[in-house]
Structures are given as C-alpha cells and as structure tokens.
C-alpha cells in the first residue's frame, strides 16, 4: 500500500512557526531521499528541502535559514519545521521521495493530498 499522509498545516501571521509532519510507506521512505514540495496558486510544484537517508539535508535559497527538514527512519516520518514565516509560504505542502515516486499502475507520479500553509496577518 503506497501511502503519503501530510498533515501540520494551517493559518499563521506572518513571522510565526509551523511544523509539518508527512506519514509514508516503506515503499516510498525507506532508504531513499525525502523531499518537501509546495505548490502556491497559479504556479508549478517545486522541491524546497530534502534529505536523504543519512540525514545530509539541501535546501533552496528561498527557506534556507528558515526552514529545517528532519526525518524519523523508525516511524517512516518526515518533518518541515518552518519558522519566520513569510506570506510568499502560502502553498499548498506535500511531500514524497526525491525524486517523485512514479506509480506504475497508475502510470503516474503518486501524490498524498497535501497540507494547506496559509500566512496571513
């Protein structure tokens, strides 16, 4: 059973914090890289943190400093602690392995539902 659970989203003012969790299946998180993903209105989905399994991280200029992305090998879990959070966040957050899992029965890219990350005063 493919799984992708994102959940930690929500509404915060402007430099606040918010920690977002991602439950996912073995298949996915098990020894391969973890990425963090967002999606604001009217653009393309983009890769803004990852780790892989040894815990080396990467981030995009954009959250370096801001954000931190951890991951959890016994509970198959990935986080994204956000802090000094920024209007331009507002996005919808998901996440998945680096590079995406592609579903062959599906034949496409596997996607959990996402978690919605609004920053507004």
């Known amino acids: 059973q493919v799984q992708l659970v994102e959940s930690g989203g929500g509404l915060v003012q402007p430099g606040g914090s918010l920690r977002l969790s991602c439950a996912a299946s073995?298949?996915?998180?098990?020894?391969?890289?973890m990425g963090w993903y967002r999606q604001a209105p009217g653009k393309q989905r983009e890769l803004i943190a990852t780790?892989?399994?040894?815990?080396?991280?990467v981030y995009v200029d954009s959250v370096k400093g801001r954000f931190t992305i951890s991951r959890d090998n016994a509970k198959n879990t990935v986080y994204l602690q956000m802090n000094s959070l920024k209007p331009e966040d507002t996005a919808v957050y998901y996440c998945?392995?680096?590079?995406?899992?592609?579903?062959?029965?599906?034949?496409?890219?596997?996607w959990g539902q996402g978690t919605q990350v609004t920053v507004s005063s």
């Open positions: 780790i892989n399994s040894g815990g080396s991280t």
């Open positions: 998945n392995k680096n590079p995406p899992f592609y579903s062959v029965s599906h034949s496409s890219v596997f």
């Open positions: 073995g298949s996915i998180f098990t020894r391969n890289a």
